[in-house]
């Protein structure tokens, strides 16, 4: 696929050579605003966005100013102006005439300057304009670069929004804050992680996890008198409803990024905006996060297994009923055990005795000096009396995570397993991606039968479902398939229940060191 940030930035290059900084813009000579405080507390950046290169015309004929009234209406704490002008569609003149209502209305929102910034000039631009603050890519800038431009906004008194994608951007960006704590500008810098791959526009909403996980290891690396006092971690971009705004807040960021979905409907602001508030609050009264750890433990084992160059999907043994299993799955390297909670089913775990099996697990994890796998307890009916024990043993944090297994669930508690049988599903599952569920665990479906099934799902549904987000995958594998399985597909993660069985509820552990010795290879 084409490097669409390349493509941007040349073209960007090619039109400062032609127009200079300014665009053909007319600009003012001195700025005519007090600078507004960027995401001083959490809060939404609510965006001006009229078109993009992925979706093409998404609002043509927005009016700047009518949107930021209803942003400004709706609460946001920031307003972001797109100004690129080949692919989205925006402009300086945008940017000025929203900084000038934003004024006039007793600046209650920032204003950003969203746009593929290249050079110090531009941000002295950006100020006259009325910008509170700039966005700095840093996967486009050079260290030496980027380091020229965050000094030159920290001068103007400007905060930066600095973007980050990977572990080397995380490098640059604890540069930057060593840079405005000489500065005495830390209040001055927001880290933002885009969940959209700005050299594909494909978006994972697990990317802004994944980095923050990066960027607090990082923080916890530097002797305490070197670090940062103060780092704020904003997620952007992929959030499409109310919904998914409200479960970014409970994730523990300081702000979320909205830009399609508010732009196509202005006055549906407010809900966005409530949302994200509202679970911003339940992390900070440390309710509702049994989500958020699950995801950061999630995160930080694909981390791990990308920085150790390993070549291989998170596994996830199911249908643990006992303490044998449950430690040769954990020994032999599962990232996560499954409990089916359900006792209509054969290889239900008796609840009342997971806790003893975590204990005992934990145990031989921590002398093996390995870390221990996920607990993730299985529900069919949220109503049951099953179901209710196992959220209680969430809440008393002797599981990590509900799996939602063909029923709706509750993002706060865990994740869902979808039902897969056909290509009329596709719909669904872009359905689920679009209310905030960061993976779903597509599961092979054969109709009266609930689990244990033994069969794989086509391949070709696989296929056109990993278009819709990174492919887990459950039915069907065992050591004799997985291998092929894992670098056919290329997986995040694979279920395996029947495929590593003696008997219903009992693991074959030769058929489990067959399974990980395949999955090693």
Known sequence: MANILKEICDRRLSDIVKKGYTLGHDVPETRTRPVVPFL???????????????????????????????????????????????????SLCDLKTVAEYVNAKGNKAAVLRKDFLLEPEEIEISYRLGADAVLLIARILETEKLIEM????????????????????????FKVLRLAKEMKAEDKVVL?????DLKTFTIDLLIPLKIKCMIEKRFESIPENERPSKIRVISESGVLSPEAAYFTGSLGFDGILIGEAVAKDSLAACEYVKGFLSGSKTASENQGTY????????????????????????????????EEDAEKAALSGADLLGFICEEKFG?????????????????????????????????????????KKAFELLYQGVLD???????????QKGFKAFRFSSEDQLSEISKNYIAGNMRLLLDAYIPGLDGGTG??????????????????MAGGINPENVYNIIHKLTPELIDISS?????????????IDKLFKEINK
């Not at 965050?150 to 960006?173: H, P, T, Y």
């Not at 005795?353 to 949220?382: Q, S």
Request: aromatic residues 6%.
């Open 192 to 196: 933002g992680v885009n969940s959209r």
């Open 347 to 387: 290889r239900h775990a008796d609840l009342s005795k997971i806790e003893n099996i975590r204990k005992c697990t934990v145990n031989v994890c921590t002398k093996a000096g390995i870390e221990r796998p996920c607990f993730v307890g299985v529900i069919t009916m949220p109503e049951s009396a099953e179901a």
């Open 455 to 472: 069969t794989l799902i086509p391949e070709s549904l696989v296929q056109k479902a990993s278009e819709k987000g990174k492919l887990w």
């Open 40 to 90: 001083p507390t959490p809060g939404t950046i609510l965006e001006i966005k009229r078109a993009s290169p992925s979706k093409g015309d998404i609002m043509p004929d927005l009016d700047s100013v009518k949107t930021a009234g209803n942003y400004v209406n709706a609460g946001t704490a920031a307003i972001s102006v797109l100004t690129e002008e080949n692919y989205f569609k925006g």
């Open 150 to 173: 965050a000094s030159k906004a920290f001068s103007l008194g400007l905060a930066i929004l600095l973007e980050l994608r990977d572990e080397e951007n995380v490098e640059k960006a």
């Open 401 to 411: 995570a509900i799996q939602f297994h063909g029923c709706e669930g509750n993002l």
């Open 291 to 322: 989500t958020k750890d699950f995801w950061t433990k999630i995160a930080g084992k694909i981390n791990r297994y990308e920085k150790e160059g390993k070549d291989r999907p998170l596994v996830k043994i199911c249908g643990i009923t006992n």
């Open 499 to 511: 495929g590593v069985e003696k008997s219903i509820g009992r693991k074959d552990h030769n058929l």
